[in-house]
């Protein structure tokens, strides 16, 4: 018995023993792979230094050449000079002796140049000859060839003319030397020249020059050989560097080469430094101000952000309206409350009672807010959802609002979203009206709700205090219409004003992707009139109003302060909350839209290299404490919200889930090397990533996460929170078939007659319809024929006919996208 016991006891204590060396094993493998990190940054660095090292010694090697090439130039001037002085020497030799023979002594030239020792030995060397007689003569002529003969011919006659009175003996002498001069440099001025002779002379001339400026080298400063000289020399002078102490930048993010530039100093080192703070950057890559300015600093130099008039200045720059200008405007009212206390009920009834009573026939549509008319008197009413996911955009409300309506139910009290609705308006400025629901339910105690509210501060004007409240029933109707009165009374007070003769500005209330109309967004405009046609700009969406449609269906041409309309013709979604301004000119709001779009990027840019050094930080110091950056894309903005809010709200000690990005339609290739580069993962509700998306997404290997419930991706994150994230099943995309025509059968419903674009598409597989990328039905097919017969599949490159499974708006240009589930194996 005890011997089983020790063998149990043993066995635990290899199995404990098994666990330690595994832990081990871990942490050695942890500790080799953040020692690799550590040397390739250290590689990296090193590298860095070699290429630094190496260019210094181009430059080097370079300077050195530079030099030698201009020793040896002044080398081979000071020879030419020499030369050339040699020359005139013996040319002045030359002449000197030739009156001798030839003309009298008063022609002789006058000035005596001197001749340098040297040159006269070698002169006399040279005019040796000369005292022979016409027996060298025809030897001459040979070596002159082969101008020779024509030089005797022509310059004969004139000597003939200048010397008459010498003897014929004489007379060829000259020619013989002209002859031989005509073959050095420096030429015979007199006498007639043949063509080539002077083209040769011209070639000449400038030695000549030379001479002539070698006599005072410095003291001339023009020039033909003195300026190439000079630019000869260029080498020699050595640059001093101009050395910058202070730097001007003027955007807000900058370029790395541009920075080069800005302060002086070699990419490299730049980059270097970049490393050193722990980026990695290219020379394109766009640093912060913050950034720069510190890379700057290690430099020793000052940095300064001069932002400069902005298109966004001149968008927000704007006249103050006159006082005559001003025209009275229903005030925007916003109701809020508690989850179930019947602000969906009370908006309805008020909507109902007055809407359709003054518009009989008008279509009611939801666009997220509307105008009640009571006695001639206009109120617009903002139509917030209630649900919690939605709160930051009913904080959002309260700004536009111009009064709030805090809702409670008269048979329960006031509850935490209550009090949240009290808090956002109150930080908002805006006067609260009090409506005290439910009324009708026999439970209801109005006297309690009022006790209740003054823990708030909020004092009934019945008790003394300066709170409205009043009794409602959104069931019967019962105190609506006082609720009407007390709200065009408090309006009254707050003398609301706006003028309605300039460009527009109002706020984004609503916006979405609409699959027929592209992006719609509900605008309530707060001051001017916004007109079809209108150039506007709200976020970074811009574009033209195309149309606009009111609160009842109705096409509308224009829209006055206070009013709200669904608009239709921006580029992209705008965001709820936006700020919306219609613009002079097209341009303007384009570039407005870039500037925003740059400004956007440069603070993901500063999140993305907070959370990197923050992550590095953390590491070291506490160990274990992580990111968990997401990037959020879906087809409405309300489920972006509400996506981003319950994601975020999962963040634990351990760790942080961050939304990086968060936006409204098709996963883009942007979107996903932001994720790359954040290190994220994408989330996509109701939408799909277009091909350019996948495609990158498989190159820089960023997990890309489809939900089309909320509560599933929740699951999903926690789970890989916990590190558990391994789905049983994973999805395998087999085809894809465009729809080319649908035909409606009646006892089938629509069928699509598709062309299979790649992989298959399968009966017995499941299927989704994508219209712009965005997921419109998900579930099976129906049937799948080939002609008139049913098939089990439809390879790539053929037709088919098929219809999905209680689906029936199929339209030309969907996509099918066909799939099956494959199981994987834990
Ligand atoms: N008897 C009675 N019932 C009401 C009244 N107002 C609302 N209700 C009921 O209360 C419930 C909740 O009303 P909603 O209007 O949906 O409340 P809500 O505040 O909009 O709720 P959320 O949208 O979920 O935040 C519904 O069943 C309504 O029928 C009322 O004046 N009298």
Redesign the pocket.
């Known amino acids: 018995m005890s011997k089983i016991k020790i063998l149990e006891t043993n066995k635990s204590l290899l199995t404990n023993a098994q666990g330690i060396f595994n832990r081990i094993l871990e942490m050695q493998t942890e500790a080799d792979s953040q020692l690799r990190d550590i040397k390739a940054i250290e590689a990296k660095i090193l590298d860095i230094e070699k290429l630094r090292n190496e260019k210094a010694r181009q430059e080097k090697e370079e300077q050195q050449r530079a030099e030698e090439e201009a020793k040896k130039l002044a080398q081979q001037k000071a020879a030419e000079e020499k030369a050339a002085a040699e020359e005139e020497a013996r040319k002045r030799q030359e002449e000197a002796k030739v009156p001798e023979n030839t003309q009298p002594k008063e022609e002789r030239p006058k000035e005596k140049v001197p001749v340098p020792k040297e040159t006269v030995i070698e002169e006399k060397v040279s005019v040796a000859p000369k005292t022979e007689t016409g027996s060298k003569r025809p030897k001459a002529e040979e070596t002159e060839k082969p101008m020779g003969k024509e030089v005797i011919a022509e310059a004969a006659p004139k000597q003939k003319r200048e010397t008459a009175k010498k003897p014929e003996k004489n007379e060829a002498k000259p020619a013989k030397k002209f002859a031989n001069q005509n073959a050095k440099p420096g030429g015979f001025e007199h006498g007639k020249k043949s063509k080539k002779q002077m083209e040769e002379d011209r070639g000449k001339r400038p030695k000549i020059k030379e001479r002539v400026f070698s006599i005072d080298d410095d003291d001339f400063p023009r020039g033909s050989r003195k300026r190439r000289s000079n630019k000869k020399q260029q080498p020699k002078t050595v640059i001093e560097p101009i050395k910058i102490e202070k730097a001007v930048i003027t955007e807000e993010t900058i370029s790395v080469k541009l920075f080069s530039e800005k302060i002086g100093k070699p990419v490299s080192e730049i980059l270097k430094k970049l490393l050193l703070l722990g980026m990695m950057s290219t020379i394109n890559s766009q640093i912060d101000f913050d950034t720069a300015s510190l890379v700057a600093g290690e430099f020793g130099i000052e940095l300064e952000q001069k932002i400069e008039k902005t298109a966004e200045d001149i968008l927000i720059e704007e006249a103050p309206d006159l006082e005559e200008q001003l025209q009275k405007r229903p005030p925007i009212v916003t109701i809020m409350?508690?989850?179930?206390?019947?602000?969906?009920?009370?908006?309805?009834?008020i909507r109902q009672s007055k809407v359709t009573e003054g518009e009989a026939g008008g279509i009611t549509q939801h666009i997220g807010a509307y105008q009640v008319e009571l006695n001639g008197e206009k109120i617009t009413f903002i139509d917030t959802?209630?649900?919690e996911a939605f709160t930051a955009m009913r904080a959002r409300g309260a700004q536009v609002t111009d009064i709030a309506i805090i809702?409670v139910?008269?048979d329960d009290g006031i509850m935490p979203?209550t009090v949240e609705a009290i808090n956002h308006a109150k930080s908002a400025d805006v006067p609260i009206i009090v409506a005290v629901?439910?009324?009708?339910?026999p439970n209801a105690n109005v006297q309690k709700i009022m006790q209740e509210l003054t823990e708030h501060d909020l004092l009934p004007e019945e008790w003394g205090g300066e709170t409205i409240v009043v009794p409602?029933?959104?069931?019967?109707g019962e105190g609506i219409d006082k609720l009407l009165e007390m709200i065009l009374l408090v309006a009254e007070v707050q003398e609301l004003k706006a003028n309605p003769d300039r460009l527009a500005k109002g706020t984004i209330i609503e916006a979405q992707l609409d699959k027929g109309r592209g992006p719609v967004a509900t605008v309530l405009v707060e001051t001017g009139t916004l007109r079809t046609g209108d150039t506007i700009i709200a976020g970074t969406a811009y574009g033209r109003v195309r149309a606009m449609v009111n609160d009842i269906g109705q096409n509308v041409s224009e829209a006055l302060p206070s009013q709200p309309v669904e608009v239709i013709g921006f580029s992209e979604v705008p965001v709820a909350g936006d700020i919306l301004h219609a613009t002079p000119a097209d341009k303007l709001s384009k570039q407005v839209a870039e500037e925003r779009k740059d400004k956007q990027k440069a603070e993901i840019l500063k999140k993305m290299t907070k959370v990197s050094l923050d992550d590095l930080f953390n590491q070291i110091a506490e160990g274990q404490i992580k990111d968990l950056n997401i990037v959020i894309k879906a087809d409405v903005q309300g489920s972006v919200e509400a996506v981003r809010q319950s994601l975020e709200k999962l963040s634990n000690d351990e760790v942080r889930v961050r939304a990086i990005h968060c936006g409204v339609g098709a996963i883009t290739e942007t979107d996903v090397m932001l994720a790359s580069a954040a290190n994220a993962i994408i989330i996509g509700f109701n939408v799909r990533p277009d091909n350019m998306a996948q495609t990158a997404a498989e190159r820089e290997k960023v997990d890309i996460r489809l939900y089309r419930i909320i509560y599933k991706a929740i699951e999903d994150i926690t789970a890989a929170m916990k590190g558990m994230l391994e789905p049983e099943f994973e999805e395998l995309v087999i085809g894809h078939a465009e729809v080319r025509q649908t035909f409606k059968v009646s006892s089938v419903g629509t069928i699509a007659g598709c062309y299979v674009t790649d992989g298959m598409i399968r009966r017995n597989a499941q299927a989704r319809l994508l219209r712009d990328n965005v997921v419109i039905y998900e579930g099976a097919l129906s049937s799948l024929k080939r002609f008139k017969d049913d098939a089990k599949e439809v390879a790539q490159g053929y037709e088919c006919g098929l219809s999905l499974e209680r689906f029936d708006d199929i339209k030309e240009g969907d996509v099918i996208e066909c799939f099956e589930m494959h199981e994987i194996a834990r």
């Open positions: 409350g508690h989850v179930d206390h019947g602000k969906t009920s009370l908006l309805d009834k959802p209630g649900h809702v139910a008269a979203q629901n439910k009324i009708d339910r409602v029933s959104a069931k019967t």
